[in-house]
Each structure stands twice: as structure tokens, then as C-alpha cells.
């Protein structure tokens, strides 16, 4: 079982930045891919990055790439999503998750664990 935990959504005028973090539970956080999924009102649930095991390997949405940046630490059990250069069509609800099946890593379906949400809200 893991738990996350998201923090760093919060209110940004356009061309900001802002960090999420999301913390892990157990010792096995190392053993997951991660991902970051986001949920605009209204509309399904979308990837936006994903980032492998040791960090090495990186994917993203093509509407985000260029200005976001996925990255982990595993000795802290965390994996971040810097975002720059926000946009208002990025506001959504941003939800880290976790897998433990083989990838790619870029459905809901392919995660196993979820965080609860934070909220991003990108103001023109």
C-alpha cells in the first residue's frame, strides 16, 4: 500500500510558476513509476508527466512540455512537477500517482495508487 500526498496548487497570474510535491508512504517508493495527472471541471482526468523508477527517464504532454518538469528524490519518498510559464487553460485539480506495472505510465489505468488533489488555478 502507498499513500500521497500533494502540496504547492495554489492561485498564479499567467506566466508564474509554481512547485507540487507529493510525498509517498513506505519503503518502496523506489519501486514505483510516477506520474502527474491533471482534472480540469467537467473533463476527464489527463496525463501530464511521468517519470521512471530511477529518475532517469522523463515523459510529457506536449502542452506542457518545455515548461514543466517532472523530477523525484528517493531518498525523500517525494516527486515534484515544477511548472512554469502557467497558462490559465493549466488551471485543473493535479493528482500525483503511482505504478507498479509496466509502462508506458501515460493512462489512468496503467496506476495503482492516487493522491488526493491539489488545486491549481492559473488567473489571466
Known amino acids: 500500500q502507498v499513500q500521497l500526498v500533494e502540496s504547492g496548487g495554489g492561485l498564479v497570474q499567467a506566466g508564474g510558476s509554481l512547485r507540487l510535491s507529493c510525498a509517498a508512504s513506505?519503503?518502496?517508493?523506489?519501486?514505483?513509476?510516477m506520474g502527474w495527472f491533471r482534472q480540469a471541471p467537467g473533463k476527464d482526468r489527463d496525463f501530464v508527466a511521468q517519470?521512471?523508477?530511477?529518475?532517469?527517464?522523463?515523459y510529457y504532454t506536449d502542452s506542457v512540455k518545455g515548461r514543466f518538469i517532472i523530477s523525484r528524490d528517493n531518498a525523500k519518498n517525494t516527486v515534484y512537477l515544477q511548472m512554469n510559464s502557467l497558462k490559465p487553460e493549466d488551471t485543473a485539480v493535479y493528482y500525483c500517482?503511482?505504478?507498479?506495472?509496466?509502462?508506458?505510465?501515460?493512462?489512468?489505468?496503467?496506476?495503482?495508487?492516487w493522491g488526493q488533489g491539489t488545486q491549481v488555478t492559473v488567473s489571466s
Open positions: 500517482a503511482a505504478a507498479g506495472k509496466r509502462g508506458p505510465y501515460r493512462s489512468v489505468s496503467e496506476y495503482d495508487y
Open positions: 513506505g519503503r518502496t517508493f523506489s519501486s514505483y513509476a
Open positions: 517519470i521512471s523508477r530511477d529518475g532517469v527517464i522523463t
